[in-house]
């Protein structure tokens, strides 16, 4: 298994990194999070990774925390919980943020996260209790994005609202979410804010 990449960033396509590894390139999908916080394309980056092994394919999922690794570990575990939706759910909120929803047993909340109805929401709440006993201790990292350069604004959103598909938003939901958003930002800023815009 492969526990970590060290390498260069070769590209940055939400959810997909493109890391350089000796002149390998290793294609990780990544949550938002994981993009705001590992830098810019040329930056030297080290990625703490999960393979995930399926009949049709091998997925590298790509992670800048030990902890949001851990509760993708424990996403995943959950009846009905796939890869795709545990890194929507990372995407969408702190780990914090979804441990303090989990102890209280806000199962609405987590219904705000694309992919997640209602009767997930409630086995989220019910089998991650006791995963999670001990994490509400856990200080999450912040995480910002360094001021860059933006690409053409029409170009951006039309990445972000890409991106945003990909990670489980309806066409028109993620356009009108991206729309709402000012142009002069970078991608991951104009993603970070679209996401924000549907706070849990």
Do not use: C
Not at 46 to 56: A, K
Not at 66 to 71: P, T
Not at 152 to 161: D, F, I, R, T
Request: charged letters at 20%; a negative charge.
């Amino acid at each position: 298994m492969i526990g970590f990449l060290s390498g260069k960033l070769h590209a940055k396509l939400p959810p997909q990194i493109l890391i350089n590894v000796n002149g390998v390139g290793y294609e990780v999908e990544a949550p938002m999070s994981t993009f705001y916080a590992i830098g810019e394309v040329g930056d030297e980056v080290m990625l703490l990774t999960h393979m995930h092994v399926r009949e049709d394919a091998m997925l590298l999922f790509g992670f800048a925390s030990e902890l949001e690794r851990s509760l993708f570990k424990e996403l995943i575990k959950v009846n009905g919980i796939g890869a795709k939706m545990a890194i929507g759910i990372l995407s969408a909120m702190s780990v914090n943020d979804f441990v303090g929803l989990v102890e209280v047993g806000d199962a609405p909340a987590l219904t705000k996260i694309p992919g997640v109805g209602k009767k997930t929401a409630e086995r989220l709440v019910i089998e991650m209790r006791d995963r999670l006993k001990g994490w509400g201790s856990v200080a999450s990292s912040s995480v910002s994005s360094e001021t860059m350069v933006p690409p053409a604004p029409h170009n951006q959103k039309a990445s972000a609202v890409e991106a945003l598909i990909s990670l489980g938003y309806k066409p028109t939901q993620a356009d009108k979410m991206v729309q709402a958003v000012e142009s002069d930002l970078t991608l991951e800023e104009t993603i970070k804010k679209a996401l924000q815009s549907v706070k849990l």
